[in-house]
């Protein structure tokens, strides 16, 4: 398809595990971002790469959360020693990236729901 | 943190009926996006309204932007069961290309 897949759709693991999320973009978008929705909540912004860099890291809530994007497409949110508050849908989204002022509108994937036992 | 505040919270009408949500915000925006959440599914985006525009339309849909009370509202008319969903509203602060701030909702259910 040409949509963003994430995967897993959904992980189960035990509080101070380390799990990956991973983010397919939609081919030939630059900019990817990450999000968390935690039930009855709209998105939280988590980080946004533009290529290869995170541009913008400013809602990663600690460091036990990071993110990569190596090659400018796939990208990877790894959470170490969870905890059952990091228990939500992760989201993520892609854009074509345009510079300057032209609104770049963000396709979503499913997410993936991670639960924390 | 979250800008936009969606009203209702829930909203349950009979198919046919128009729906209509509402959605404040507090700071000044360069656009405002509604985007609707079927369960176990992503957001998929609905429509854009520029700072600029005061009213939009596409198909169903009819949104309004009202920047002196910091306010939007989203109507969708002759609703279908194929509308229960989530909505949300997300704005796009004026010196970001990318960012958006999200409300929390409001849960749509038609009843057929």
């Known amino acids: 398809g040409a949509g963003v897949s994430q995967t897993p759709s959904n992980k189960v693991t035990e509080k101070g595990k380390y799990v990956e999320l991973r983010c397919d973009p939609i081919?030939?978008?630059?900019?990817l971002y990450w999000y968390r929705q935690s039930l009855g909540q709209g998105p939280e912004f988590l980080i946004y790469?533009?290529?290869?860099?995170?541009?913008?890291d400013s809602g990663l809530p600690n460091d036990r959360f990071f993110a990569v994007r190596p090659e400018g497409s796939v990208s990877t949110l790894k959470i170490q020693r969870t905890e059952r508050g990091d228990s939500a849908v992760y989201l993520c989204?892609?854009?074509?990236?345009?510079?300057?002022?032209?609104?770049?509108?963000?396709?979503f994937g499913p997410g993936t729901r991670l639960t924390v036992l | 943190s979250q800008q936009g505040e969606e009203d209702p919270q829930a909203l349950s009408i009979q198919e046919g009926e128009n729906a209509t949500m509402n959605c404040s915000y507090k700071?000044?925006?360069?656009?405002l996006q509604w985007y609707r959440q079927n369960s176990g599914r992503g957001l998929v985006h609905l429509i854009l309204i520029r700072s600029n525009e005061r009213e939009k339309h596409s198909g169903r849909l009819r949104v309004t932007l009202d920047t002196s009370k910091k306010s939007s509202s989203l109507l969708i008319t002759a609703s279908r069961a194929a509308d229960t969903a989530s909505y949300f509203c997300a704005t796009g602060p004026m010196d970001s290309n990318y960012q958006l701030i999200w409300g929390a909702g409001t849960k749509l259910i038609i009843k057929p």
């Open positions: 700071t000044s925006i360069n656009n």
């Open positions: 081919s030939g978008h630059t900019a």
């Open positions: 790469f533009q290529g290869t860099g995170a541009a913008d």
């Open positions: 989204a892609s854009s074509l990236g345009l510079a300057g002022d032209s609104y770049n509108e963000q396709f």
